[in-house]
């Protein structure tokens, strides 16, 4: 099992950065995988970006570009960097990880407003 807390979420204009964080409560490097996955107001959650055990990344087409999905093993954290957001980007980001069943941890609103 694993623990996922998402923070960093906020109110910010467009085209400002923002970067989301996601402590998780066991080594990150045990993961099959983490991603993070958003929700916006009256939507289906949708895959934004993938880190693999490796370290391959994968975006969604609308994120590519943007945003950059990091980690740091030391500190068992997962980060998604986002800049250029635009009020599209504005949704509950959760956090996933993948220990051949998925965790989920309970999100952070991002709002991208004027």
């Known amino acids: 099992q694993v623990q996922l807390l998402e923070s960093g979420g906020g109110l910010v204009q467009p085209g400002d950065s923002l970067r989301l964080s996601c402590l998780a409560s066991r080594s990150i490097g045990s993961l099959n995988a983490m991603g993070w996955y958003r929700q916006a107001p009256g939507k289906e959650r949708e895959w934004v970006a993938t880190i693999t055990r490796g370290g391959s990344t994968a975006y969604a087409d609308s994120v590519k570009g943007r945003f950059t999905i990091s980690r740091d093993k030391a500190e068992n954290t997962l980060y998604l960097q986002m800049n250029s957001l635009n009020p599209e980007d504005t949704a509950v980001y959760y956090c996933?990880?993948?220990?051949?069943?998925?965790?989920w941890g309970k999100g952070t609103l991002v709002t991208v407003s004027s």
């Open positions: 996933n990880a993948d220990l051949g069943r998925s965790y």
